[in-house]
């Protein structure tokens, strides 16, 4: 059984900083690329951030330069740096992992969201 948990969402006032952090625990032989999305209300998922095994890091347009993926392999965490927050920010942010268990199986994992809203 594999788990992944976020933390760190809350409410912000548009400029301020939140970090997100999850965290993969349970039958993990290794973990591939992590992701974070974002879902806000009456829209799509949209992917935010991939970040490799290797450390290779990918953006969405809209969080470029404003956003910064992080990963400790070690740990089996993703985090994600949210500086000069917008209110179109405000989204159910999910975690999500590409995770081999023991099991030999690679298999895309799920967080349960966290809430960031951003307003003043």
């Known amino acids: 059984q594999v788990q992944l948990v976020e933390s760190g969402g809350g409410l912000m006032q548009p400029g301020g900083s939140l970090r997100l952090s999850c965290a993969a625990s349970?039958?993990?032989?290794?973990?591939?690329?992590m992701r974070w999305h974002r879902q806000a209300p009456g829209k799509q998922r949209e992917l935010v951030a991939t970040?490799?095994?290797?450390?290779?890091?990918n953006y969405a347009d809209s969080v470029k330069g404003r956003f910064t993926i992080s990963r400790d392999n070690a740990k089996n965490t993703v985090d994600l740096q949210m500086n000069s927050l917008k209110p179109e920010d405000t989204a159910v942010y999910y975690c999500?992992?590409?995770?081999?268990?023991?099991?030999?199986?690679?298999?895309?994992?799920w967080g349960q969201g966290t809430q960031v809203t951003v307003s003043s």
């Open positions: 970040i490799s095994f290797a450390g290779t890091t």
């Open positions: 349970g039958s993990i032989f290794s973990i591939y690329a």
């Open positions: 999500n992992a590409d995770i081999r268990s023991y099991a030999g199986t690679v298999y895309p994992y």
